[in-house]
């Protein structure tokens, strides 16, 4: 199916982008080929394909429950479409995908898979310039239960009363010396001991992923910290040891998914 499409610039609002604000990019008619995920798709540019991640917003992984429900939802959206697409200060990421707005008969693709509960809302510095209405976008399918916020969509029914409680994001000091100081709580508000054994500690983004191991429980009225630095375990203390600091400073969201990929807690900043 062919679509035509008008770009539109939100203005002059509190919160909403200017012209002045968009970075000075062309926009660059292609063809949908493929969309392999829900943050994600393959287009003809002038007779070549590009890869094309979708600016503001991340996807549940495919093994993750919402996951195929997100890449059909963008698929139902624009399968075979003719869109535009916009770049922002980046034009490519470190994969060599081009960093992109979506445009589809005037309406911003990005902000509307955010609005539908498809994907959550994840600004990637410097290329903001129209997160504002992504996430609010985000926001109001949260606050609606649409998609993925539906209660019993994602909802795991193994383990309640467990929860992300609290999050340091922002330790003293340079971010890289104070792994350890980035911390994640996790308290069990339950009656029942849960084995935490294949449960997944992720970021809105999902490239960072913290696997707990098998063996690992969690009593009720008891709590667990996941230190992002390396250390010797205890049963109430978990180390990432991971590469750099996990959680962004400015806001994210940590999701804790049971061993079936099922949500069981969500928390923002």
Same mark, same amino acid.
């Given at each position: ?25 062309? *926009?660059?008619?292609?063809?949908v ?8 798709l ?8 590009? #890869? ?42 470190q994969?060599? *995908? ?37 996430d609010?976008a ?6 609606n239960? #649409? ?33 350890? @100081? ?11 001991t ?14 960072? #992923?913290?696997?707990?191991p ?16 390396? @250390? ?12 750099g ?15 079936? @990929?099922?949500t ?6």
């Amino acid at each position: 199916m062919k679509f035509s499409l008008l770009v539109v610039i939100i203005a002059a609002a509190a919160g909403s982008c200017t012209e002045a604000d968009a970075p000075a990019t062309p *926009r660059r008619p292609a063809q949908v080929v493929e969309v392999p995920d829900g943050d994600s798709l393959k287009v003809r540019i002038d007779g070549t394909d590009e #890869r094309v991640r979708l600016i503001g917003v991340n996807a549940p992984e495919s093994d993750e429950c919402f996951g195929k429900e997100s890449a059909a939802g963008l698929q139902n959206l624009l399968d075979e479409a003719e869109v535009e697409i916009v770049t922002d200060f980046e034009e490519r990421d470190q994969y060599g *995908r081009l960093l992109a707005y979506v445009y589809l008969e005037g309406s911003l693709i990005n902000e509307e898979i955010a609005r539908r509960g498809l994907v959550v809302a994840r600004a990637y510095e410097p290329n903001t310039t129209l997160q504002a209405d992504i996430d609010a976008a985000a926001d109001d399918a949260r606050q609606n239960q #649409r998609g993925m916020w539906a209660p019993t969509v994602c909802a795991s029914s193994a383990a309640t009363g467990v929860e992300v409680t609290g999050i340091d994001s922002n330790p003293r000091g340079p971010d890289q010396d104070n792994l350890n @100081g980035e911390r994640v709580f996790i308290a069990n508000r339950g009656n029942a001991t849960v084995d935490l054994g294949g449960w997944i500690l992720r970021d809105s983004s999902s490239v960072h #992923r913290y696997l707990f191991p098998t063996g690992t429980t969690l009593a009720p009225d008891s709590d667990i910290v996941v230190h992002t630095g390396c @250390g010797s375990d205890t049963s109430e203390r978990r180390y990432w040891c991971a590469d750099g600091p996990v959680w962004d400073n400015s806001g994210d969201t940590a999701f804790l998914l049971d061993a079936e @990929g099922r949500t069981v807690s969500s928390f923002d900043y």
